[in-house]
């Protein structure tokens, strides 16, 4: 499986991720080994998809970073 998902950091902002292994990316996360989520630790998991499509599940991480799918983000994912 391929898995898109959205952290809260430690500031109140998110981080939107795409793995294969979900829950080895969120232990990544959670011992500081991701540099550029590292310096706003703890980090909660607050929504994930799973897409059995790979180049499906990188399309929707790219649509949740970018405009209207960025305010899909917030008003209906997190």
Known sequence: MHYVYI???KD???YVG?????KQ???EHSRGIVKTTK??????LVFYAAFK???KAIKF???LKEGSGF???NKHLV
């Open 12 to 14: 109140n902002s998110q």
């Open 39 to 44: 310096s706003n630790l703890p980090s909660e």
């Open 53 to 55: 499509d790979k180049y």
């Open 7 to 9: 952290l809260r950091l």
């Open 25 to 27: 990316r969120i232990e």
């Open 71 to 73: 305010a899909f983000r």
């Open 18 to 22: 795409y793995s294969e292994n979900l």
């Open 61 to 63: 991480e790219r649509y």
